[in-house]
């Protein structure tokens, strides 16, 4: 018998003689410390699905050779370093975590922001408990202030998630988080080889080591102006800025744009850090409602209605974060036919372009905002995260499209500010024109058939609850939903105690909507592989129905 070990790259080939489960399985994990030197980690094998699941016990691997069998090749098995994270886990007395309860291999599912949290909620309390200490003499002198800027920056999800008690995982059940929107964390969605090729090729070239011009290097930027060029405007790379991811994307477009006290309008639900970026700069935020009875469809009505003297943009997110929404085309044209009348830019937040998996048979196409107008000018945002897998590596840009003529000084502005950070990734930047001209159609098929199929999982899933009403999403990786909190006869208040009581009970982490300033709803991210999603339709099962049937009662204390 024969295996496939696949480490960085690396393969080596496995062989043994016996055929019990229970020896083949440690022979595996030795062979990986003796050849690779790696004594902890995680093992995966890809499946006749393209699904990679986690290698935790005898069983699994015994299920892996069996499909392989059928297949008639040779099983190829992923190994990977453990994340910092463990599931079934519970928070100790020194702050740490521990491990407990069975191993049910969900572990690729653990999520750095669980451990975050926790620091952060232990750092309050120290700060809470250095507070109410009488300073010595000395201290007492020399108090730092610090800016009202920083400390009028709002976190939504820090404020909300605050509320939610990280150590309270339970001990009979694994970790599993739909509230993250990092595809990195799901090791069913990977980013194309292509993509990791031309950034080794790049990294071992030793030509990207340096500064570029720092609104982007050149060919990067005549790359996008060559994709984001349309028949009624041309781009070139003068308007095409590269920026610290689409994060960074959106803080140069709204500085650029707005003056202390000026608004612009953004989505409800929407976004959170749409918000942040406000508080930081003293800007204000309007908000115009999206119809969740229409699939989230922008209500035009409403957002004319927050316009004053004081707005300067109008932004939109098509795919929607966190509805996984799509704007039909006809919406988009009202939004620009009010953007016209008002003389207000938009600023399109396209990150999950490409990543429209359920078109509506063509009612829900993805359509770029510029693409629709002459005589609106349009900053287009987008990056590398999303579609392409790769958050981390914080590759961003704005594309201006000024069909009038009206953004000039914008566009001055956007490269003046661009010289704060000096530019993104050099590295990165470089690697941008090879990604977005080579990785093949394949790829992005491949990606929104997972899409597609976990979404309606999940979505079903959701749908077979009494209390919970999903909203249909057709792009981005989100699913929102609906809680009927009249199902729960009180027992449960609002979103924000739904997802405390799920998290302590079930182990399950989602959004609270009031995050999103939708109350009463929950965010869920639908890139966990199918077995996961099943798992966690199961335990949201369980829970709600232990709050439907009255035979819940609530802990002392949450």
């Not at 339709?537 to 204390?557: I, M, Q, T, W």
Request: hydrophobic share 40%.
């Amino acid at each position: 018998m024969k295996f496939k070990i696949v480490w960085n790259n690396d393969i080596r080939i496995f062989s043994t003689a016996s055929n019990d489960w229970d020896e083949i399985f440690p022979a595996v994990r030795k062979f990986v410390a003796q050849s690779f030197g790696v004594h902890e980690f995680n093992a995966t094998y890809i499946d006749d699905e393209d699904e990679k699941i986690t290698i935790s016990r005898a069983s699994d691997l015994q299920d892996a050779l069996q499909r392989y069998a059928k297949l008639r090749k040779i099983p190829k098995i992923y190994v990977s370093t453990l994340q910092s994270q463990v599931s079934g886990s519970f928070a100790t007395a020194d702050g740490s975590l521990a491990v407990s309860g069975p191993r049910l291999g969900l572990s690729y599912l653990n999520d750095d922001f669980v451990t975050q949290q926790l620091q952060y909620q232990r750092q309050r309390q120290t700060d809470a408990k250095a507070a109410t200490q009488k300073p010595d003499a000395a201290a007492a002198q020399w108090v730092v202030e610090p800016s009202h800027s920083a400390m009028g920056t709002v976190n939504k999800i820090r404020q909300i998630v605050d509320q939610i008690d990280m150590s309270a995982l339970p001990k009979d059940k694994e970790f599993i988080s739909i509230a993250i929107g990092d595809p990195t964390k799901y090791p069913n969605l990977q980013p194309s080889n292509n993509v990791t090729k031309t950034v080794q090729n790049k990294l071992l070239s030793q030509t990207c080591n340096g500064y570029t011009i720092s609104y982007g290097a050149r060919n990067a930027r005549a790359s996008l102006a060559k994709k984001y060029s349309m028949p009624h405007i041309q781009c070139t790379q003068d308007d095409v800025v590269i920026t610290s991811g689409c994060s960074d994307a959106l803080n140069l477009s709204i500085c650029a744009l707005l003056n202390k006290g000026d608004n612009f309008l953004i989505p409800r639900p929407g976004f959170s850090f749409y918000e942040t970026l406000a508080s930081r700069y003293g800007f204000e935020v309007k908000f115009y409602d999206l119809l969740p009875e229409q699939e989230w469809q922008i209500d035009t009505q409403h957002l004319r209605s927050q316009i004053d003297k004081r707005t300067k943009a109008i932004l939109i997110n098509n795919p929607s974060n966190p509805c996984g929404s799509v704007l039909t085309e006809d919406g988009i044209l009202r939004v620009l036919q009010i953007a016209e009348n008002y003389s207000i830019p938009i600023v399109a937040d396209e990150i999950y372009a490409g990543m429209i998996y359920d078109d509506n048979h063509g009612k829900d196409k993805f359509v770029s905002v510029a693409s629709l107008t002459r005589r609106v000018p349009v900053l287009t945002l987008s990056g590398l995260s999303k579609l392409y897998l790769t958050p981390g590596w914080r590759a961003g840009w704005i594309v201006i499209h000024d069909p009038i003529g009206a953004m000039v000084k914008i566009r001055t502005s956007l490269q003046k500010l661009s010289t704060v950070l000096l530019g993104s990734n050099t590295l990165i930047q470089e690697s941008i024109p090879a990604i977005i001209e080579e990785t093949p159609e394949s790829y992005y098929d491949e990606l929104n058939d997972k899409l597609l199929r976990q979404s309606s999982l999940l979505y079903r899933e959701f749908d077979e609850i009494e209390a919970l009403q999903p909203i249909r999403a057709r792009g981005a990786m989100y699913l929102m939903v609906k809680i009927d909190m009249s199902k729960f006869n009180g027992r449960i208040k609002d979103d924000i105690q739904f997802a405390n009581l799920l998290l302590k009970e079930q182990g399950v982490l989602c959004l609270p909507g009031a995050i999103f300033n939708m109350p009463n709803y929950f965010r869920a991210v639908i890139c966990p592989p199918p077995h996961i999603i099943a798992e966690i339709g199961k335990r949201v099962k369980e829970f709600c129905h232990k709050y439907c049937d009255g035979n819940a009662s609530l802990p002392a204390k949450l």
